[in-house]
């Protein structure tokens, strides 16, 4: 079962957009939407790593060079990283965290968790995505992918017997963090 592509878990609510973070200026790109993709991509994988990855060869192995300057990424971090410590400042970061899970109904859920933050009170999840457009798009694009975080948080939560707290989209090329009700 791929979180990514699976309809909602039984018994969960169609996902409804929450508080809308405002974590910065969002960065100048000049990614067409056949590219957007790959940039995303590229900055995922800054997202990742931040502390051990070179901007400028990352987005030049990505063949994505010229479509946002090098020294956006890690300002795009270092926003996020503000953001996320100015309301759980007590939270451990996990990035690119595997989910494997055994769904109650037999199948296999293989999956990677954005970033998981862990709190003393529960888990929070966050996924990166690339969009960059309107507020509308960004809605839909919250509503679409809640799906993929109920799927995250069910995992987590049987895996851990920790409470999650609340799912999250980061839109780094929109400056947002954007709470996805479940």
Same mark, same amino acid.
């Given at each position: 079962l791929s979180p990514s592509t699976a309809a909602l878990p039984e018994g969960v609510e169609e996902p409804g957009v929450g508080e809308v973070v405002r974590l910065g200026e969002a960065p100048e790109h000049a990614a067409t939407t056949d590219r957007m993709t790959v940039l995303g991509d590229a900055i995922?994988?800054?997202?990742?790593?931040?502390?051990?990855?070179?901007?400028?060869?990352l987005l030049e192995a990505q063949d994505v060079a010229g479509l946002i300057a090098p020294e956006a990424l890690p300002e795009v971090a270092a926003a996020l990283r503000a953001g996320v410590?100015?309301?759980?400042?007590?939270? /451990?970061?996990? =990035?690119e965290h595997p989910v494997r899970w055994h769904t109650p109904d037999g199948r296999l859920l293989v999956g990677e968790v954005d970033l998981v933050l862990? =709190? /003393?009170?529960?888990?929070?999840i966050i996924d990166h995505k690339s969009y960059a457009r309107d507020e509308k798009g960004?809605?839909?694009?919250?509503?679409?992918?809640? /799906?993929q975080l109920a799927w995250?948080?069910?995992a987590l939560r049987a895996a851990t017997g920790r409470?999650?707290? /609340? =799912?999250?989209?980061?839109?780094?090329?929109?400056g947002e963090l954007v709470e996805v009700r479940l």
């Open positions: 995922h994988a800054f997202l990742a790593a931040p502390e051990r990855a070179d901007p400028k060869a410590e100015a309301r759980w400042p007590d939270a /451990s970061w996990m =990035t862990d =709190t /003393s009170e529960g888990l929070v960004r809605d839909d694009r919250v509503r679409a992918y809640g /799906s995250y948080a069910q409470p999650v707290l /609340s =799912t999250w989209l980061h839109f780094p090329l929109r």
